[in-house]
């Protein structure tokens, strides 16, 4: 149509060119359209004519100036888009949408168009020389932002960079890890598809396959790609694909079953009614232009006239493929009706005619709007009342292109703006295929995407979603499931991220998160429970007056004193007897107290250690011991002392009698004071937790503080045991009937036999057996001198009183 200032127009009305061999020796055939035609694409051109016509009788945009428009069928072809680009520029007309003569007016000023990004990329090189500004309805690729490369490229779709980081963000929403990919091989798909993937890593989610196809391609490839849809275990399809190229890939999906799958689109397919057929892609899920009404729109598109119809090649043919007519009465077969003009287009059920879902119409309707405002601030002017435009004007397409970038209005409720790359403020709607009780697909808005809102308040969902077979759940798609609390994500050999083992956490290691990469040690004071999710405090561990071991020790500990203090009373009652005035009475009275305290001391090992304890229980035991080791020691020397005081003129009981006694065991218990009493101001015994021996649980025990001094308190113990063991032995053999030298010598060999094997034993055991290796030490050893000494004179006293005399006593011929 001819007008002041003419807008050129370029849609993908066909898909397919026909393929021509030329035998370059006469001139090539012209390049014509083949394949069925889009309907949608169709209502796109007459979207276009209705927004200049509204433009037109506007009385406050451009008022008194005719807009007009030149339109083309690239037929989605690099090709055919390079070929009408410089038609346009050459406005020539021969082509034409309406069929009409040639224009009068000239140039074009602008372009709406191309649907597809590559087209759009061949247009864009070839008029921005020109200076020709190019504002694409459906042109998504991330790519054509690149001023640098299309610095005349405007566009009313949001770019795929966008949509990308949106589809990324709603994987990771839903928990998707584990997906497949496919993308149209064409710069729509593979910038978009690269964009999406670069953001998909940044959100931690893997790509099982990512593989891509084109309509052209052979069928081949197309049943390749197919089939790794169908042997994946990824449950989610993300699909960057054209319209054209999706329908090809489930036309041959839909011939063999295969298991469900969760399929995520791009706007480019996910909104288009003409997939609905497809009914195992219920449950889609996508972004999509937000929907629109474009008042008077839907009356435009139906109301067209038989000669309407035959004036125009594109309307002729989608009314003969509408109502299976024909328009040349000439020609109609006999198994074909002619079109009378009586159809009915009010009920046709085809996408022409659709205006539920006005997303990319509503595109190409501000595109319009877009190039008439930029004409509209050339060459306008506003006055005091009214609006005064020139039409007369010499208006350069660069002007245009200068106020292009300049341009901010609203229409029918949505503002539209360029940002420096030429681009729209992003807004998305999410869309759900959701199928009917009857058994039909439709695509229910549940959501919106906005770019421009602050990072974390983009995505909003205000409807429940409908999956895959209908399923209300959201469905799981991961390599590998989440790894509990207690366990570490381990990567799988030579696979992706998102493919790992589940590993329990080391011992002393927790994991308290879901799908932890690394375990954190415990305190030192803590321990991992079973599940190893928590740290739990360590059990306290020591030798307890309620543990079995601590009552059986604490039992014989006290059964010993017990016996010790009846020896006692037993002696005191006998004192005058022979047997206990035989061997010096004070000086068994005094080991038999020397026991007591013996079998007393062990008891301060059992129970929790304090600071007192510690210093308490090393030192009675080393001092007691050898106030023990010491009478023992002087009733050996009495046995020997005795013996040589009995050869003529010996006077040896003169030089060790009772008064040396007293201060031999005086002294040698003076010495072992002394080693004590240095231990502890120097560095006593002090209560520790011994958090090494065992990892799971906390021993309080006592340090020894300086371990030069416990030993040295049990070295001079055993040095007294060995000498007094050494003068047991000279003795054993000496005349007399009760030899106490020979009960002397069993309870030191015990004695030392006990000692000797504690060093290793005590050593060795861990935790509180180390106690209990002590304590056993000291009743063994108590017990070994008690039964060894006491108990045979006691048998006499209380059994054998017969034998208890000073004469059965002297009696060397007895055994």
Known sequence: MDGDFIIGGIFSIHNYVQTVNNDYTTMPVPVRCRGSMESRELRFTRAMIFAIEEINNSSELLPGIRLGYQIYDSCASVTVAVHVAFQLLNSLNSVFYTGNNCS?????????????????ISISRVISSFNIPQVSHFATCACLSDKQQYPNFFRTIPSDQFQARALAKLIKHFGWTWIGAVRSDSDYGNNGMASFLEAAQKEGICVEYSVSFYRTHPQSRIQRVADIIRRSTAMVVVAFAAIGDMAILLEELSREPFP?????????????????????????????????????????????????????AMLTEFWEDAFNCTLKKSVAASDQKVCDGNEDIQNLQSPYTDTSQLRITNMVYKA????????????????????????????????????????????????????????????????????????????????????????????????SITWMEGSMEVPVSVCTGSCPPGTRKVLQKGKPICCYDCILC???EISNTTDSADCLPCHKEFWPNEKRDTCIPKPVEFLSFQDILGIILATFAVFGACLAIITVAVFFRHRTSPIVRANNSELSFLLLISLTLCFLCSLTFIGAPSEWSCMLRHTSFGITFVLCISCVLGKTMVVLMAFKATLPGSNVMKWFGPPQQRMTVLSFTIVQVLICTIWLVLSPPFPIKNLTTYKEKIILECALGSAIGFWAVLGYIGLLAAFCFVLAVLARKLPDNFNEAKLITFSMLIFCAVWITFIPAYVSSPGKFTVVVEIFAILASSFGLMMCIFAPKCFIILFKPEKNTKRNLMNKNQS
């Not at 009068?104 to 759009?120: D, F, L, R």
């Not at 195992?280 to 937000?290: M, P």
């Not at 002017?381 to 208006?395: E, G, P, S, W």
């Open 368 to 463: 319009v709007y877009t190039i008439a405002h930029a004409i509209h601030n050339a060459v306008c002017q506003r006055t005091n009342v009214t609006v005064q435009c020139d039409k007369l004007t010499r208006l350069e397409s660069e002007q245009v292109l200068t106020q292009l970038k300049k341009v901010n209005f609203s229409k029918n409720g949505y503002a539209l703006s360029f940002n420096d790359n030429g681009d729209p403020v992003a807004i998305y709607e999410l869309v759900n295929w959701q199928k009917t009780e009857s058994g039909i697909i439709k695509m229910v808005t549940v959501g919106l995407y906005d770019a421009s809102l602050p990072v974390g308040q983009e995505f909003q969902i205000d409807r």
């Open 260 to 312: 469900p799958r969760q399929w995520i689109g791009s706007e480019s397919w996910v909104t288009s009614p003409e997939l609905t057929r497809f009914s195992f892609c219920a449950g889609a899920v996508g972004f999509g232009i937000q929907k629109s009404v474009i008042p008077g729109l839907r009356e435009f598109l139906l109301n067209l006239s038989l000669s309407q119809i035959a004036a125009s």
């Open 104 to 120: 009068q007016s000239g140039m074009v000023m602008a372009v709406v168009g191309e649907s597809g990004s590559t087209p759009s």
């Open 506 to 508: 080391p011992e002393g």
